[in-house]
């Protein structure tokens, strides 16, 4: 079983959904971190949690350290949001990174 | 602005031969990182740094080395003894953001095909 478990694995919503991605992890960790990889594989950091919930624009990532799950909401979906999103998460001594292996968004018009 | 740089994006190379993948920050940050993305896995650590002359394996050193010899530089040799170089390689920095969380940065990353 993986430390870190993203669902669904593939998403496929209309323009304007509201779109949910869930991570699940079973280590110990310091932060969780939600990246957007677009075609071409570069990696953009959308959010680095401890707790609680953030938000940026039509983001917003939640975390409850109990339950050791993660959601990463798109409000009012558009094309451009369509990438692979990515759950990691970070912790001890080394800080190392673990990744879920991705959700692949695809938003049609 | 600061970031992370890997050259170059695309590279091929036959099989059997040395290749070293570049990978530059100006972010003053002392721990890099190497990753390797294959389809349908998530991102595996292949060596890290967390400072200047020295670094560690990751989970699939084998078949790769590094060096540090600076901090800004941390470049990834993909040697003729790794079995199935060929795959996306991505380059990663993080320095600390208060306590113990870290945040980090990544590179656009480098797409090997050994052929």
């Known amino acids: 079983k993986n430390e870190v478990e993203q669902s669904p694995q593939n998403l496929t919503a209309q323009e304007g959904e509201f779109i949910t991605i869930n991570c699940s992890y079973s280590?110990?960790?310091?932060?969780l971190h939600w990246l957007q990889q677009h075609p071409g594989g570069g990696i953009v950091s959308l959010f680095m949690?401890?707790?609680g919930k953030k938000k940026h624009g039509r983001l917003i990532a939640t975390i409850n350290i109990q339950e050791k799950h993660s959601s990463l909401h798109i409000t009012a979906s558009h094309p451009r949001d369509s990438a692979v999103y990515i759950c990691?998460?970070?912790?001890?001594?080394?800080?190392?990174?673990?990744f879920g292996t991705g959700t692949l968004l695809a938003v049609q018009p | 602005d600061g970031g992370i740089t890997q050259s170059p994006k695309y590279l091929f190379r036959k099989e059997g031969q040395n290749v070293t993948l570049s990978c530059e920050q100006n972010?003053?940050?002392?721990?890099m990182y190497w990753y390797r993305q294959d389809p349908g896995q998530g991102l595996r650590l292949i060596y890290y740094?967390?400072?200047?002359?020295?670094?560690q394996k990751g989970d699939i050193a084998e078949g790769y080395s590094v060096s540090r010899e600076k901090k800004e530089s941390f470049p990834l040799t993909v040697t003729s003894a790794q079995k199935n170089p060929t795959a996306f390689y991505l380059c990663?920095?993080?320095?600390?953001?208060?306590?113990?969380?870290?945040?980090?940065?990544f590179g656009s990353g480098t797409r090997l095909t050994v052929v």
């Open positions: 990663a920095s993080s320095a600390p953001t208060g306590g113990a969380v870290y945040g980090y940065t």
């Open positions: 990691a998460v970070s912790g001890g001594a080394t800080n190392k990174l673990i």
């Open positions: 740094s967390q400072i200047v002359n020295d670094f």
């Open positions: 972010l003053n940050h002392d721990a």
């Open positions: 949690l401890s707790s």
């Open positions: 280590v110990g960790i310091s932060a």
